[in-house]
């Protein structure tokens, strides 16, 4: 006998990224190098030590000391969860749900409107302009007509990678009537960052995570920066020890490689270059990303075409054809120099 979900859950799809084998392997914005050695060795070293059979510091003072050290704010400024998701998830439970409204600016990360919905918020979605920037004029109508109590931004965007202006997001503050998260997923690879813009006043959170610059995505590890009165409330709804013991340890050592993390950014970010120098010479239109990945569109083939040719060279990029908004559309994570030889190799051969 099956149970039946909710009802407002019978239409939801779920978030798929599907996984192929093949050798180069650019669809998750992942990092292509591992954290460094040493970072591995202290690591093994602390968890050799660690009492498995005691609960984990259930206020993680540590790592949120660190995260907080970091960005020079208070520990009680600091939110962490498994993975920015669960910062998002929790942050939309605490603050959403049942009765309330959530906007989203598409296209977007799809986590933002998928999260919401499981929590049984109203989602709201707005639409970007054509060249997918915010238009600020359908913030202000879907901020005075829907009552938002979230409003997402995501800054660089998901999977455009375009980077929200320091003025887009303070005119959205200006006119959301709540919470405004940005989403800073991929941050560190952008010239600027929205955490400048905490305090405790001001209804502002950006989230963050270990997944992408820290290369650390398979430890699940991502935390938010916000005002203390709201961490407080995020703690109350968060399950007891959410955050095992061993997660707490790997962040707070990986807070000691800053500057392994930076030279890693420096070299994505001169690598995504190098992909955007090779896309203007080629027939596919592109989009300025300030992250770790581009999204371009082939302008005389249809996408999905151009995906399965990259497929059967080895290589995996994400496709976003299918997407509303994003038609023809394929998004590239930038990986090693190497495996973006052999991508824009294969793309020529493709387009050709
Ligand atoms: N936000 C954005 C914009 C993302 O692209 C991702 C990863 N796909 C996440 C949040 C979630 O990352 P994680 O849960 O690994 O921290």
Not at 75 to 80: H, S
Not at 172 to 180: K, Q, Y
Request: glycine share 6%; charged share 20%.
């Amino acid at each position: 006998m099956r149970i039946p979900v909710r009802d407002d859950l019978r239409a939801l799809e779920g978030y798929h990224s599907p996984q192929v084998s093949v050798s180069v392997r650019l669809n998750t914005n992942e990092s292509p190098t591992a954290p460094p050695a040493a970072w591995r060795d202290a690591f093994a070293a602390e968890l050799s030590r660690l009492e498995w059979n005691r609960y984990p510091d259930r206020a993680a003072v540590a790592l949120r000391g660190a995260i907080a050290a970091l960005h020079g704010l208070d520990p009680a400024q600091v939110f962490v969860a498994n993975g920015s998701n669960e910062v998002l998830q929790t942050l939309v439970l605490t603050f959403a749900g049942p009765g309330r409204t959530v906007a989203t600016f598409e296209p977007t990360y799809q986590m933002h409107a998928q999260i919401a919905r499981v929590t049984g918020a109203r989602v709201v979605e707005g639409e970007r302009r054509a060249d997918f920037t915010l238009d600020l004029d359908e913030v202000r109508r879907i901020c005075a007509d829907e009552a938002p109590v979230i409003t997402f931004l995501c800054s660089p965007n998901n999977p455009t990678g375009l980077v929200e202006p320091a003025a887009n997001v303070h005119a959205v503050m200006a006119v959301a009537p709540g919470l405004v998260v940005v989403d800073e997923a991929y941050g560190q690879f952008a010239d600027w960052s929205a955490i400048s813009l905490i305090d405790e006043e001001t209804p502002l959170v950006v989230t963050r995570t270990f997944s992408k610059t820290w290369s650390m995505a398979g430890a699940r590890l991502g935390y938010l920066l916000g005002p203390s009165w709201l961490v407080a409330e995020l703690d109350k709804v968060t399950l007891p020890y959410h955050l095992d013991a061993s997660k707490q340890i790997a962040g707070r050592l990986a807070l000691q490689y800053v500057d392994d993390m930076e030279a890693r950014v420096a070299h994505i970010v001169a690598q995504r270059e190098r992909i955007q120098a090779a896309f203007a010479a080629m027939p596919v239109d592109f989009w300025p990303s300030g992250a770790n990945f581009v999204l371009f569109r082939p302008q005389h083939l249809p996408g999905k075409d151009v995906w399965q040719g990259l497929l059967d060279r080895d290589v995996l990029v994400r496709d976003c054809s299918g997407w509303p908004r994003l038609g023809d559309c394929l998004r590239v994570t930038v990986g090693t120099s190497e495996e973006n030889d052999v991508f824009l190799k294969a793309l020529g051969e493709v387009l050709a």
